[in-house]
C-alpha cells in the first residue's frame, strides 16, 4: 500500500462518529450476552464460541450500504476486474463477477454482520489476486490453532504423502505451551498424552476423506495467488526470515484467519507402526496481538469494529503542519488477512552463521562450498533499516560475498509478499550489472485503469495544480513516458484513454508507463559491472513469491536467464511466483488523492468508510516480458525444477539450498 505521508495526526472522522454510534445498536442473544463470554482476559478460547460472538451482532443496514457502496465505487480503480471474469490458460478456474456479486451481497439478506463479511472476503479472493482484498479487523481479532502442522514428503521412490511435520511438537511445545496440554489430553485411549509421536506420521484420511480432497477445500478459498499448485502448497507448513529471525509458516491446516473449524479428525500411520490410527483434535483460538480488549459486545465493537484514524484518506494540505516528504516509495505487496505470528523456525533447522552485514529481512550466507553464496530475502520492505537502509545492506551484503569468492548465488524468497518495487529493481540492476535490460528500466512497463474519476482526478491535479508538494498518486511527477522519460509537471497522464474490450466488456486504460524508479530513487550508487552472472543466480521459493518478489524473478528469469527453483508441492509443473501486479494500492490512498482534490462530494466518490476495514486495489498492471502486449499477471511462469522435498531437508533452509546447489549449478 502506498505511503503517502510520512505520519498521519490522529483525526476523529464525521464517518468514525457515525460507527460508534452504530456499534451501540447491537442485538445481545435472548440467553446474554455471547462476547463477554470470550472477552480478552481469555487468552484461549473455542472456535464455536468465537463464531457465537460474531453471529450475534445483527447485520445492520446502514453498514451494509456503506461499505457495499465505498466497495462498488473503489471497483472502477482495481485494473483486472474484466480479465477475471475469465482469466486465460492456465489460470482459467479464475472466473469471477465481482461487479456483480457485490451487487448480489447489497441484497441479501443476512443473519448476521459476519455471515455478510465471509460472503465478501471470499467473492475478493476468488479473484486470487492479494492485492485485491477485503479485510474487516472486526473478525481478526482471534486465529485458530493445531499443533500438527502438515508437510508434502516426497520418499525415496519418488512416491509422495501428506504427514504431519517432522518439526509439529518442538514448534507446539516451543509456541502454545499454555495450550499443549489441552491437545495431549483430547487424544484417545493410548494416544493420550502422545502428541509428540504424531510428528511424521503419515495421513491417511482428514475428516473421513482422502487429505487431498481437504487441500483442494482449501484450495478454492484461500485467495491470494492465481496458480492452483501454489494455493495448494499454502496449506503445508514452510518458513519464511522476519525482521527480527527466522519465522516457521504453520500452513492454512494448522492456522485460520477466523474461526472456522471446532475440530478435525484424522486417520494416520505413525512411523514406525503397522496399524493405524485414529483421532480427533479441536482447534483453539488464540487472541491476537494486535486485537484491542474487550468487555462485551459494545466495547468489542468499539474497539475493533469502528473505522480508524488511517481507515480513510486525508487532504493533505488541510493542515499545513503536516509532515511530507518529497518522493515516495511506491509498493507492491499482497494484502494478508491471517495474523502475522512469529513462530520460530526450530533452532536445530535455523541457518547458522549469516554474515556481519545480514540485517532484517536482508540475511547473507556462504556454504560450505565456498563458492554459493545465498541472499535469504524475506520481503522488499525492511520494517528496520527503511528503504535506504535494505538498498545499502543488498549493495553491501552481495558485494562481501563477492569478496569472499562466490560464483554462484541463491536468492531464497519463500514467502516473500512483496515491497517497495523499486528495491526489487535495485536487487536486479546490481546482480545482473548495468546493461539494455536493467537501465533505465529494470522492471516491467505497466499501465493503470483510466475509470472515470481516475480521469477526473488526474485533470483535476493538472488543471488547477492542487498539489505542489508532489503528495498525491496521480500526480504526473510521479511517473514516465513508455520511452522511460519524466512525465511533464501538471500534465494530465490519464487521458486519453486506451479503450479495451475484455471478456465482453469495454474498459479504459491509460497510457503505457516507463521506468518509475530512476537513479534518483537510490541513495546509493550501483556498481559499474554485475555482481555475478545472472545465469548463475538461482531463484528459490515455494511458489508463494509475489508483487515485488515477483517483479524481481520475473524480469531475472525472463530477461537474464537466471534459473528458478520451486521447493516442494506436488508432482507436475509448479509457477515460481504469482500475483505481479505493477503497484499495490488502498481505498485509503485514492480517498487522499479524491480529498485532496477537493472530489470528495462527487458521485462518483466513495464516502469515507466507517468500519475498522482495508479495502486492497491492484492499481497498475505490467506488460509482460515475452508477450509485451499483455499482462503478465495471466501469463504461465513455471519453475525451471521442481524440488522435491524429502524428510531430510525438509524445512530446513540450509539443506534446502545445498540440495539447490547440486540440482541447478551442476
Known amino acids: 500500500m502506498v505511503m503517502i505521508l510520512s505520519a498521519l495526526k490522529t483525526w476523529v472522522s464525521a464517518a468514525t462518529l457515525v460507527g460508534a454510534a ?25 472456535p464455536n464460541d468465537v463464531r457465537a460472538c460474531f453471529q450475534s451482532y445483527k447485520l445492520n443496514e446502514k453498514i451494509r450500504s456503506n461499505i457495499v457502496e465505498v466497495v462498488s465505487k473503489t471497483l472502477p480503480f482495481h485494473t483486472s476486474v474484466n480479465y477475471q471474469r475469465q482469466a486465460p ?6 472466473h469471477e463477477d465481482l461487479p456483480g456479486d457485490v451487487e448480489r451481497i447489497s441484497k441479501k439478506k443476512y443473519n448476521s454482520e459476519y455471515d455478510m463479511h465471509i460472503e465478501l472476503s471470499r467473492a475478493f479472493k476468488r479473484l486470487n489476486d492479494g492485492h485485491a482484498a477485503w479485510v474487516n479487523y472486526c473478525y481478526g481479532l482471534y486465529v485458530n490453532y493445531l499443533p500438527i502442522p502438515l508437510s508434502l514428503i516426497t520418499d525415496s521412490n519418488g512416491q509422495q504423502s501428506i504427514r504431519i511435520a517432522f518439526e509439529a511438537f518442538d514448534v507446539a511445545k516451543a509456541e502454545f505451551p499454555d495450550q499443549v496440554d489441552v491437545w495431549q489430553n483430547a487424544l484417545p485411549g493410548a494416544l493420550k498424552g502422545k502428541l509428540s509421536s504424531l510428528s511424521g506420521a ?51 491446516f494448522a492456522q485460520q484467519s477466523l474461526p472456522l473449524s471446532d475440530s478435525v479428525t484424522l486417520t494416520v500411520l505413525r512411523l514406525n507402526q503397522t496399524k493405524s490410527d485414529t483421532f480427533t483434535l479441536p482447534y483453539r483460538s488464540r487472541f491476537g496481538s494486535t486485537s484491542v480488549a474487550f468487555a462485551d459486545t459494545a466495547t468489542w465493537r468499539q474497539n475493533n469494529c469502528v473505522a480508524l484514524s488511517t481507515t480513510n484518506g486525508v487532504d493533505v494540505y488541510a493542515n499545513t503542519t503536516t509532515s511530507r516528504r518529497a518522493r515516495k516509495h511506491f509498493v507492491n505487496e499482497i494484502v494478508d488477512d491471517t495474523a502475522l505470528v512469529n ?43 527503511g528503504f535506504n537502509g535494505q ?30 518495487i523499486c ?27 483510466a475509470g472515470p474519476l481516475a480521469r477526473l482526478i488526474s485533470e483535476t491535479i493538472a488543471e488547477y495544480k492542487v498539489d505542489p508538494d508532489n503528495l498525491l498518486l496521480y500526480n504526473s511527477l510521479n511517473w514516465a513516458y513508455a520511452n522511460n522519460t519524466s512525465f511533464p509537471p501538471n500534465y494530465d497522464w490519464v487521458s486519453p484513454v486506451v479503450p479495451k474490450f475484455i471478456n465482453g466488456h469495454q474498459d479504459a486504460f491509460t497510457q503505457r508507463l516507463g521506468s518509475e524508479c530512476p537513479a534518483s530513487s537510490f541513495n546509493s550508487t550501483a556498481p559499474a559491472h554485475a555482481l555475478f552472472d545472472p545465469k548463475k543466480v538461482a531463484i528459490v521459493s515455494n511458489g508463494r513469491c509475489a508483487s515485488s518478489c515477483s517483479l524481481f524473478s520475473i524480469t531475472m528469469a525472463k530477461k537474464e536467464g537466471a534459473k528458478t527453483v520451486v521447493v516442494g508441492g506436488k508432482k507436475g509443473p509448479q509457477q515460481y511466483c504469482g500475483t505481479v501486479g505493477g503497484q499495490s494500492t488502498d481505498f485509503a490512498t485514492i480517498d487522499t488523492d479524491i480529498k485532496t482534490t ?18 486492497g486495489i491492484t492499481w497498475r498492471l505490467g506488460y509482460g516480458v515475452w508477450s509485451p502486449d499483455e499482462p503478465e499477471e495471466w501469463q504461465s511462469r513455471p519453475a ?4 522435491p522435498v524429502t524428510a531430510d531437508i525438509s524445512n530446513n533452509p540450509v539443506k534446502i539450498w545445498e540440495r539447490v546447489v547440486k540440482v541447478a549449478f551442476n
Not at 208 to 235: F, M
Not at 395 to 406: P, S, W
Not at 432 to 447: D, I, M
Request: charged share 15%.
Open 22 to 46: 452504530l456499534a451501540a445498536e447491537s442485538d445481545v442473544a435472548s440467553q446474554g450476552d455471547l462476547c463477554s463470554k470470550i472477552a480478552s482476559v481469555k487468552k484461549w478460547v473455542a
Open 89 to 94: 490458460p492456465p489460470f482459467e478456474e479464475i
Open 202 to 252: 503419515k495421513v491417511l484420511e482428514i475428516n473421513g476423506n482422502d487429505p487431498w480432497d481437504a487441500v483442494e477445500a482449501n484450495v478454492a478459498i484461500a485467495g491470494s495467488y492465481q496458480a492452483h499448485t501454489t494455493r495448494q502448497n499454502a496449506y503445508f507448513a514452510s518458513y519464511q526470515r522476519s525482521t527480527t529471525g527466522w519465522v516457521y509458516r504453520m500452513g492454512d
Open 343 to 385: 513462530v520460530a523456525l526450530p533452532p536445530t533447522v535455523t541457518p547458522p552463521n549469516p554474515l556481519n552485514i545480514s540485517q532484517s529481512v536482508s540475511q547473507f550466507y556462504l556454504l560450505d562450498d565456498k563458492k554459493t553464496g545465498v541472499l535469504a530475502l524475506g520481503s522488499f520492505s525492511d520494517g528496520i533499516a
Open 391 to 420: 538498498i545499502a545492506t543488498l549493495l553491501a551484503g552481495l558485494q562481501a560475498l563477492k569478496a569472499a569468492g562466490t560464483t554462484q548465488l541463491i536468492v531464497d524468497v519463500t514467502n516473500n509478499g512483496g515491497g517497495y
Open 423 to 449: 528495491i526489487a529493481h535495485w536487487l536486479h540492476r546490481i546482480i545482473a550489472g548495468p546493461k539494455e535490460t536493467t537501465e533505465p528500466q529494470a522492471g516491467l512497463y505497466t499501465t493503470a485503469r
Open 598 to 615: 477537493k472530489l470528495k462530494n462527487n458521485t462518483l466518490s466513495p464516502p469515507d468508510l466507517i468500519v475498522n476495514a482495508v479495502n
Open 640 to 643: 525451471d525444477i521442481n524440488l
